[in-house]
């Protein structure tokens, strides 16, 4: 008798918290609203905002519009604050403006022949030294001291990144007393109009505060489409000068978007469920014709989800508290989160979970892809809040992207916290996604609003069980930042 009493007791809590969990599937079905979604992609999207691009006034505009959306649906400023904005300081480095490099009788231009990643306006002068791929063991015996050092690009794998290498060496060479790098660059995945892009214009980085700043010892690619490798190899001792023109610094503060949501549990409110999205996007391009990269999808998707959560759990608040960060500068280099981990307005030890939202466009309307789907303990709720909206939820479909170390969420992971980013579904990269992709075609027409609705509903739910959760919420073992969760809770 007293052990069917128990089982009675036991069915009757399992039916009344799955009888609560449906009426607030239904609650959340009946509130969100597709207009709202629309409405909000439609300003942050829209030409007048001019694709968002950090450091322009349209930016600021584009973070005014989320922080009196949160004043509105009753957000609250973080403690200690006085306005939803959180100052990120950043170094606007102006690539420069004009740039040669000059052995024997042959000349290589700026642009059309070469890119600088680290630069500093003068003239250097020294012998060519050319060192293979320029890896420790190329240069070791080598005398480098006042030398303008020739190598080439990464380290012989196509698969690698390449800038990796190219910052070693340039500390190798420099500490070597080298006067400057220059690494022979032969266009393949990345053909050299599109490192002519990302290495021009303007780059931006934290600000710290250090007197030195950034190494401004000149490193460049040169653009090897023409086989230059025997030309430096002959020129091994010859004199070369690289002369650079217009290189400039500037200190800019641009914002990020900060407040939250009390919970209602009297002990768990002092935690944290951190919704996150980076707000900026890449602007205007020099293209003819439609030159506005209005960034609809990128992240367009990702605030306009953040706002839609943050106006119904103001209503609907879980257990505990929910933060939200509107990232700025993300495209920069992940720049706003990273400020954000290292000057955190809630404590991380009290930031249970990040969820964040970020998107290059989606080709499965059936799915919501969670990048990180397999790396926390809360797996399991991202299934419910899927299936909950008539939606699946799956990993990452494209782990050698690494997807996962190229968005804001890695931000929180790298001190500890949990984190993953819940986004709408993709199975490949394929036209699908790539026509949309930092293109003047992302515009909020092209988009889906029935199925980012159903999308937006899920997230919302899963913010609710994760903030409601009394289990355990933490790395999976063995996962690589398992060891950072472990110091910042204090974990044994």
Same mark, same amino acid.
């Given at each position: ?134 890896? @420790? ?7 480098? *001291?006042?030398?303008? &050092?020739? #190598?080439?690009? $990464?380290? =012989?794998?196509? +698969? @690698? ?7 070693? *060496?340039?500390?190798? &060479?420099? #500490?070597?007393? $080298?006067? =400057?790098?220059? +690494? ?8 050299? *109009? ?299």
């Amino acid at each position: 008798m007293k052990y069917l009493l128990t089982l009675f007791t036991a069915l009757l809590i399992s039916f009344g918290s799955f009888s609560q969990e449906l009426e607030l599937v239904k609650d959340i079905d009946k509130q969100v609203q597709l207009s709202e979604i629309k409405s909000h992609l439609y300003f942050l999207a829209s030409d007048e905002l001019r694709g968002r691009n950090t450091g322009t006034i349209e930016n600021e505009i584009a973070a005014r519009y989320i922080a009196e959306r949160f004043r509105s649906y009753g957000v609250k400023m973080a403690p200690g604050m006085d306005s939803y904005f959180q100052p990120v300081s950043l170094i606007k480095e102006v690539s420069p403006q004009k740039a040669t490099l000059s052995v024997g009788e042959k000349t290589f231009n700026l642009g059309d022949d070469m890119v600088f990643y680290t630069s500093n306006n003068g003239t250097f002068s020294g012998e060519v030294v050319y060192v293979g791929f320029g890896l @420790e063991d190329d240069l070791k015996g080598k005398d480098l *001291k006042g030398k303008i &050092v020739v #190598a080439k690009a $990464g380290n =012989g794998n196509p +698969e @690698e990144r390449l800038t990796p290498y190219t910052i070693q *060496k340039q500390e190798m &060479v420099e #500490a070597a007393g $080298g006067l =400057g790098l220059v +690494e022979l660059y032969k266009p393949g995945r990345y053909p050299w *109009k599109l490192i002519q892009y990302y290495f021009s214009g303007e780059k931006y980085r934290l600000d710290k505060g250090e007197t030195s700043g950034k190494s401004t010892f000149p490193s460049a690619w040169l653009n090897d489409s023409d086989n230059l490798l025997a030309f430096f190899e002959e020129s091994d001792g010859e004199i070369a000068t690289i002369s650079i023109h217009g290189k400039n610094n500037l200190s800019i503060t641009v914002p990020n978007v900060v407040g939250y949501i009390e919970g209602t549990d009297p002990t768990m409110k002092s935690e944290y469920v951190m919704i996150s999205a980076h707000l900026d996007h890449v602007g205007v391009s020099t293209t003819e014709g439609d030159s506005i990269w209005n960034g609809a999808r990128d992240n367009g998707i990702g605030i306009a989800n953040m706002l839609t959560a943050a106006e119904y759990l103001s209503k609907n608040p879980p257990k505990r508290s929910v933060a939200f960060l509107a990232c700025n500068a993300e495209e920069k280099g992940l720049l706003g989160s990273r400020w954000y981990a290292d000057h955190p307005v809630f404590p991380l030890e009290k930031t249970v979970f990040d969820l964040n939202t970020d998107t290059g466009g989606y080709n499965d309307v059936t799915k919501v892809t969670v990048v990180g789907f397999n790396r926390t303990s809360v797996t399991p709720l991202f299934v419910k809040s899927a299936q909950a909206f008539g939606l699946t939820a799956i990993d990452d479909p494209l782990p050698e992207e690494n997807y996962y170390d190229r968005s804001d969420n890695v931000s929180f992971a790298a001190k500890g916290v949990p984190a993953v980013s819940y986004d709408p579904g993709y199975t490949e990269m394929n036209e699908e996604i790539t026509k949309y992709y930092h293109q003047p075609t992302d515009e909020p027409n092209t988009l889906d609003y029935d199925y980012l609705t159903k999308y937006s509903k899920s997230f919302i739910y899963a913010v609710t069980l994760i903030g409601n959760r009394t289990e355990e919420i933490f790395w999976k073992e063995g996962d690589k930042y398992e060891e950072a969760g472990k110091t910042l809770y204090g974990v044994e």
